[in-house]
């Protein structure tokens, strides 16, 4: 426990609480007890990741394993649901709900725009070309609001690091030609439902819908709340929440589907492991000399951290394994810089492992033996 890095400490409690709220839960224990089961394999993935990236090299082939998949998936998605309103349902698992589609696509794309900039040759370049714009087409075919929020609040930040930072302004021309044309040829339903909002000139039932939904989830905000308040310690477990309201639904905010669920000492567990995120970065922007490719991805990484506390406020995914990836790639990457400017290698996992859990910030001074 004392060899991990802090954040992998808080994220271990916090599946910790969540089992014992299973436990405790008022609503439905063996479900929240499962759930939380699945959930859990998150803290293994998140471990071999700290552990297993040793060197660019296998964080650049880890990152482009994920990214690509996303791009593939949003190809699928596409491809078999073009006809289908917002793809639902085109694809199981969490990719079968539109709005989990759109976030793993909105957190992927900053990746999509590093590898685009460090790949050499017109022939790859253009294959990174087509994958952005097969995830943005898919993402405003989703018509996720949140989605779609989270991606002007990710690529505002993607455009201040690569193209006002990094001297490149003919990315922001472009990223706005894309968002047009796009937007243009597939946003349709998505302008449907923002303007579906304010409730007047509801002509279709796709509009009907999402103001239905939009005044839906101001109730389960309300709901969640006062779920919180009901069980402040352990909550009601996870994804009970759902059983504990009468609309059957999820409160679209992560915060909130956190607290009403895990309870109030998990979201402190919660918003703490995702600051620890930030921290991480603010350390590896202060090192000297930051070699170009960390520089670039920790670019990709900021852009997705915001994206994801931002989008958080919008959508109910609190369990989305992504955002916990992309804390883990900001210890990495921490990990890498400061083991660069040392000049000191850890070639026993454990000693790596030891070295982010040292005192004085994310615990990445050389733990030599």
Known sequence: MQHLPREGRYLLVLICLLFASALFSPVWKGGAFFRTLDFSKVFIIWLLTV????DMRRFKRIAFIQTGSVAAIALISLVKGHDRPRLDGVLRGIYGNPNDLAFAIVLSLPFCLAFLLLTRGPLRKAVWVGSMLIMCACLFLTASRAGFITLVIS???????????GRRAYLIAAAALVVLVVGAVAGGKLKDRFLAISGEGLDTRLETSAHGSYEQRRELIVDSLECMARYPILGIG???FTSYTAAWRE???AYLQIGAEGGVPALVLYLL???RGFVN???????????PDVKLFAGALHSSLIGFAVGALFAPEAYQFFPFFTVAYTAVLLFLAQEKQTGKA???PKQKVE???????????YAGR
């Open 51 to 54: 552990i297993v990236i040793t």
């Open 155 to 165: 690529g505002a930040v993607c455009l201040w690091h690569f193209a006002i930072k």
């Open 238 to 240: 996870v994804r009970n």
């Open 251 to 253: 409160v679209h905010m």
């Open 273 to 275: 492991f995702f600051w």
């Open 281 to 291: 970065l603010r350390k590896l922007r202060k090192i000297r000399d930051l070699d």
């Open 346 to 348: 850890a070639k026993d």
């Open 355 to 365: 070295m982010y859990a040292m005192p004085g910030g994310a615990g990445f001074s």
